[in-house]
């Protein structure tokens, strides 16, 4: 007999506008504070673990809540006083709250537990940190708008694209804040508009900066959603007056409505078409559309231990797969004899070839392709590397890239990732292809005050 069907209804046990007081039970990925009632999650901004907290509840859902501090009872050791509160209640950087041993603490948890998730047993070592984990990233692309009739620059609060008007952003580079800023009051002076996402009117989206740490060149970029960029000539003149170590200033636009911020299409406005960085004893050329790591210092520990883990030989075919402008690739090339890197950026791979010519490295090739299909290509024409180096975007690789990998029995898979959640995802899959976790998942902090985590896991082959 077919059982009736019974309409559940969920009891939550809290209503907007309710007072509570509780203990802050944990921290979630984005950084907020968890505190529960009959087992139902409340999260709350500016919340660490282990602090007694009154708050007032402001949005109740089906499965969780938000609640706001309205009073903090008792306050975790682990709280750093007086932190830049804009920083935390934006999301710029919402571990800011936190002292800097227990982010690293926090990162290095939050793999263990993402590997958990997926029922993996890992070492996870310590996450390395930095020494001043504050102004450390060498890029903002920040969004413009204008409220109450001014241009502003600044930063969306969270979960909006509602934009709070910031000049410091606690953890660029000071000179790229700068370069934000001027722009701003370029734009001002000159009476350009912001673009408005809701009338499709006006003209500026995005200002882009990106400063080389080694060689302080300054690349400031307008995104505009218009074709034209009005006054640029003028906007030439003043940033070039105003920012010293300008080296290049970009027109780019994009015109259509998605959250990427840059457009493909980019004009040379004033000075060259790219800037240049020293990494690891190597010159990169960077373009306005290649990524290039925001935290060149942690960069070069980033690959320099990868490096030592992979044990690279002289007589070593290897493979950098997402390999954007060649900083692995290029880094490593002297330790082996031919690599190999993929990526999709047509302007990364032009950069990555004219890295290659700078810097004299004649046993790298790049290939502009999707990896996972350039990958599956090389497996077929029976390329067999001795070393596979993964750095993929946030969502991870693919099966079809893991097949590959399967398929090219390296001795060993590098992966660097900027996801664990993604990492331990993939990393069942990898151990289904016949390899296993070499020593512990390493940590490193790249992104210091935001709950983003950067690893290195070493896979290698149980055929060898
Ligand atoms: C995290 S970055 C790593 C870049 C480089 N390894 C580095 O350290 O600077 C990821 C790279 O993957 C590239 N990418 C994204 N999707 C891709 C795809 N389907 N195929 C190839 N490359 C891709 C991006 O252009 C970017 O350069």
């Known amino acids: 007999m077919a059982k009736a069907n019974r309409v559940y209804k969920i009891q939550v046990p809290v209503v907007k506008n309710q007072e509570i007081e509780s203990t802050v039970i944990d921290i979630t990925y984005q950084g907020m504070g968890v505190v529960k009632v009959d087992n139902f999650p409340i999260f709350v901004v500016d919340a660490i673990p282990g602090e007694i907290v009154h ?26 006083q007086n932190a830049n509160k804009i920083a935390i209640t934006t999301g710029i950087a919402p571990l800011a709250n936190l002292k800097y041993d227990a982010q690293l603490e926090f990162k290095q948890h939050q793999i263990e537990e993402l590997f958990k998730k997926v029922n993996l047993a890992v070492d996870v070592a310590p996450t390395i940190g930095m020494e001043n984990p504050t102004e450390y990233r060498n890029k903002a692309q920040v969004p413009v708008q204008m409220i109450n009739g001014q241009l502003e620059t600044g930063f969306y609060r969270r979960g909006s694209h509602r934009l709070v008007p910031i000049e410091n952003f606690y953890i660029q580079d000071a000179k790229v804040d700068e370069a934000v800023r001027v722009t701003r009051d370029t734009l001002r002076e000159l009476g350009i508009s912001a673009y408005n996402e809701e009338t499709k009117k006006g003209v500026v ?14 690349m400031v970029v307008i995104v505009t959603n218009t074709k034209k960029l009005p006054e640029s000539e003028a906007i030439a003149q003043k940033l070039s007056a105003k920012l010293p170590e300008l080296k290049s200033f970009i027109h780019n636009i994009n015109n259509h409505d998605t959250n990427v911020i840059m457009g493909q299409w980019n004009q040379t406005i004033w000075g060259e078409d790219d800037i240049h960085d020293q990494l690891m004893g190597k010159d990169f050329v960077i373009g306005p559309n290649s ?6 210092q942690t960069t070069s520990v ?12 002289s007589t070593d075919i290897v493979v950098d797969a997402y390999s954007g402008i060649g900083t692995i690739t290029l880094s490593i090339a002297d330790k082996v004899k031919r690599i190999y890197g993929v990526d999709v950026v047509e302007g990364a791979i032009e950069d990555a070839e004219k890295n290659a ?5 004649e046993n790298a090739e790049f290939v502009l392709a999707d990896a996972p299909e350039q990958m599956a290509k090389w497996a077929t024409e029976g390329l067999k590397p001795n070393v596979v180096f993964v750095d993929p975007p946030r ?4 099966q079809e890239l893991i097949d590959a990998v399967h398929d090219m029995n390296p001795e060993t898979f590098v ?22 976790i070499d020593g512990a998942v390493q940590p490193l902090d790249q992104f210091p005050q935001t709950t983003h985590v950067e ?8 055929a060898y």
């Open 395 to 398: 969502k991870g690789l693919t």
């Open 302 to 313: 980033l690959y320099t231990l990868a490096a030592e883990k992979a044990n690279l030989k």
């Open 55 to 80: 708050i007032i509840i402001t949005k109740v859902l089906k499965s969780y809540a938000f609640g706001r501090v309205l009073k903090r009872i008792k306050e975790s050791e682990n709280r750093v």
């Open 205 to 218: 989206r995005h200002i882009m900066a990106r400063r080389g740490y080694y060689s302080h060149e300054l």
């Open 455 to 462: 690893s290195i896991t070493i896979f290698k082959n149980t």
């Open 357 to 361: 010519q700078n810097n004299k490295v």
């Open 415 to 436: 992966y660097i990732s900027c996801n664990p959640a993604t990492l331990a995802r993939d990393a069942v899959q990898i151990l289904a292809a016949g390899f296993e």
């Open 291 to 296: 990524f290039y790591q925001v935290n060149p």
